[in-house]
């Protein structure tokens, strides 16, 4: 891949793009495949795809067997490059002690970041996702509904390329016809879970994930995705010609050599740099938007990391895509005479509502996988099957005492084995070892599943970040200090996973190897752990209350935009990933429609 | 717990699921080693309390190579003495033997991953140093008292005596509560390295990590049997 990375930039630009993820990198292609010339900013190096993926190499090729370390904290072969949940340098603080009060902040300092590595899970909202409020009185509505952003998921999904089947659930949304990739076929434990599901009224469906499952049709899908656009169809064309199919073997987090499965570095940024409007700036952290005496913003400075100096770029329009928090960083580190509490926050809401996604989950051992005839589950490399939240109806008639709804992802089967792999085997073998154990080893392997509970947060007062008055990182920039607190309504989901977790496994006919614990506030993962942090810089209808519009429009500075999960009133069960870039196409359009009116 | 979730539902969870599994599994090993005290143990020799000196070398960084190959003691050096190797790789030989379709850990060298995996500058790796490293003094130790000999020139049914005692944490008696905690972690780490190398892997039953042309599903004979078919 012809990555652009030079250093010699234009004077100018139309727009600047901090950050190269999922926000960055939709918000790019949509600006420069129309034609802007926009120059992106990255905080770490430059990363191929092409070259840099282990994609058969074994964990008996790594050290350690793979296992993850705090220099790799998801295993040697993950793709993630200088980041984890802690950068060294690069630290940033929380208010409590208390670890139950902590955010862990995790960040990937590479062209492309966290998407090199994300697990692919890609779930449209619903509409009740957008009013929350309306349904239960907690939390905000977004000032969009679903049907302002169902055509955005559509290109979306026909540009990234989505696998899955439509199920017509509740608050589930179909896809149209003739955009989701055929989904792979469900493994036997996924089968079996389907199955035993059903006795206790809990669906498995096909999950829906960014891997090609077939070719793309190019020439068919540019032409639905650009219309009235000759050139833009002809290079994503090409682009999507690049692209392979699946093969079927080597984990999605370590990234895709062959480009089956979407990262920004193989689906957004080819294509824009191809149409000549884009150019990269990799090793540049940002740090703070420019503004000129009329309260209007005309670039950004950034560290070059290589030489350690402050240096701007100049632009029409800013956008930040810096991931929720980071993006929030760089608006507070922007204060002036003007902007004393930082750019954009006359409503003292930049920082506030931040989310992660609930986690918690149970596991358990399923005596009818053992021994199976063998067979190659590799798959896409991640799940063919899902649980949807089913309790709509319940919840909403006061039943449960919790508000929101959750996920299951669970895996199952025959995996590479790992650093780990027939571990802890005592409580089904008696402690055996010798031949025993290999026989023992071959007969429990891939019988393990564990149901993975991924739910609702409800924003909160207490869940926010700011400046820290006195810690700076390596470059010198004042870092983020982190207020977190799980309400109860979240605590009670976490059990619930766990209580359903168990009921799963056991409807299946396995054993669990431990209790739910009987406090959910025991069974949750930390904040941040989940990596779904969105919020910070939410968007509403009042600028009293909010602050960006619904076109990640900051209210008070008109040509700052943030298109990262920044904007997030509400964090649904469903992973952010896909509805971050489909408001950020949402918002390049905007811009795109302000710019030819010249408003911008 | 044996690999409970190949990464399936996506990579983190797999790999938290991972840790987690380990980390209940040998989390009575690592408390066990950090608040047991010589007079709670009367099987925990002290006085080799020194042979496990933290190491000091780097780790591979936050952006190794990620495309080569790497075995033991390419990126740290490996510590453990001619002694501690030959009794780590006749422990491992007495965990995973050869038997009709595969080698002994010990032929492939599965204890030059437990020297790596003992060695690394990491922390969940530098509380497994003392454990191990005690552990196989204390077996020398055990092997000693009770045959005169060293642990490798045991004859089988020595080594059975001996392992018979300390195999299940859970039924070990207190004598040998400290010794079964060490031969559990020795054992998830042995399994570790083995079930890495092509032929563990091949023995365990793992047939993937090859390109194919369609993803099938599971063949017919596999859904007769869950009945699915």
Known sequence: ?600 | MNSPLPPRPDRRTAIKWMLTAAASTTMLGRVGHATTSPTESPAHPASTATTAAPVTAAGYGTDPDLVKTYKPGDVWPLTMTDAQRATAAALCAVIIPADASSPSAADLHVHDFIDEWVSAPYPDQARDRPVILDGLAWIEAESQRRFSKNFPGLSETEKTALCDDICFTEKATPQFKQGAKFFARFRDLTASGYYTTPQGMKDIGYTGNVPLATFDGPPAAVLQKLGLA
């Not at chain 1, 012809?2 to 250093?7: F, G, K, N, V």
């Not at chain 1, 060294?88 to 970041?113: C, H, I, V």
């Not at chain 1, 080893?441 to 149901?451: A, E, K, N, Q, W």
């Not at chain 1, 991924?454 to 920039?477: A, L």
């Open chain 1, 1 to 600: 891949m012809a990555h652009l990375t030079s250093r010699k930039t234009q004077p100018r630009y139309d727009v600047i793009v901090v950050g190269s993820g999922a926000a960055g990198g939709q918000t790019a292609y949509t600006l420069a495949m129309e034609g802007v010339k926009v120059l992106m900013l990255e905080a770490g190096r430059n990363y191929d795809p092409g070259q840099e993926t282990p994609m058969f190499q074994t964990n008996g090729e790594a050290p350690l067997g793979g296992t993850g370390t705090p220099d790799k904290p998801f295993g040697f072969h993950d793709a993630t490059i200088d980041g984890g949940w802690s950068v060294p340098g690069e630290p940033y603080t929380n208010a409590s002690s208390d670890p139950k009060r902590q955010f862990a902040w995790w960040r990937a300092r590479m062209l492309g970041g966290r998407t090199n590595h994300w697990g692919r899970i890609a779930l449209r909202n619903g509409p009740y996702d957008f009013k929350p409020h309306s349904r239960d009185g907690l939390g905000f509505d977004w000032p969009i509904s679903y049907e302002d952003v169902a055509p955005y998921y559509d290109k979306v999904e026909m540009l990234v390329g989505i696998y899955g089947t439509n199920e017509g659930m509740e608050n589930t949304p179909n896809s149209p016809e003739g955009i989701l990739q055929p989904a792979p076929r469900l493994r036997a434990g996924e089968l079996y879970a389907q199955k035993h599901g059903k006795k206790i009224g809990v669906p498995v469906i096909p999950i829906h994930r960014a891997v090609l499952s077939q070719r793309q049709d190019g020439a068919r899908l540019a032409a639905k995705i650009h219309p009235n656009n000759p050139t833009a169809q002809r290079v994503l064309a090409q682009a999507m010609s690049e692209r392979a199919a699946c093969f079927w073997a080597t984990p999605c987090g370590r990234g895709c050599a062959i480009r089956a499965n979407y990262q920004s570095t193989t689906v957004h940024l080819p294509p824009a740099l191809a149409s000549g409007n884009l150019d990269i700036l990799t090793d540049a952290m940002g740090y703070r938007v420019l503004m000129d005496d009329n309260g209007k913003a005309t670039g950004v400075s950034y560290i070059d990391r290589k030489t350690r100096e402050e240096k701007t770029v100049s632009g029409r329009i800013i956008v930040l895509a810096a991931s929720s928090a980071e993006s929030v960083r760089m608006l507070l580190n922007s204060k002036s005479a003007r902007f004393p509490n930082g750019l954009a926050n006359s409503s003292g809401r930049v920082g506030k509502y931040i989310m992660d996604t609930v986690g918690a989950g149970l596991g358990g051992q399923i005596p009818a996988l053992e021994n199976l005839p063998l067979h190659n589950e590799d798959g896409a490399g991640g799940g063919h099957a899902y649980v949807p939240w089913w309790l709509y109806k319940e919840q909403h008639a006061g039943k449960l005492n919790f508000a929101r709804g959750y996920h299951f992802e669970f895996g199952t089967g025959r995996g590479m084995p790992g650093a780990g792999t027939s571990n802890g085997l005592e409580w089904l073998t008696g402690g055996s070892y010798g031949k025993r154990f290999k026989e023992d080893s071959r007969r429990y392997f891939g019988t393990f599943v564990g149901f993975t509970g991924r739910g609702e947060m409800i924003p909160n007062d207490d869940s926010y970040c700011e400046i820290d008055p006195t810690v700076k990182d390596k470059w010198g920039i004042p870092v983020l200090r982190f207020h977190w607190k799980w309400s109860d309504h979240e605590t009670r989901q976490a059990r619930h996973m766990q209580e359903m977790g168990k009921a799963m496994i056991e409807a299946m006919g396995g054993r669990i190897r431990s209790q739910p614990k009987a406090d959910g506030s025991d069974a949750i993962e930390p904040g941040g752990k989940i990596i779904h942090e969105v919020g910070g810089t939410i968007m509403g209808a009042d600028a009293k209350t909010s602050v960006t519009n619904q076109w990640c429009q900051t209210w008070d500075v008109k040509n700052i935009f943030v298109t990262d999960g920044g904007p997030f009133v509400s964090n649904a069960d469903k992973n952010p990933t896909l509805t971050i870039m489909a408001l950020a196409w949402r918002a390049s359009d905007y811009m795109l429609e302000e710019m030819r009116k010249g408003n911008l």
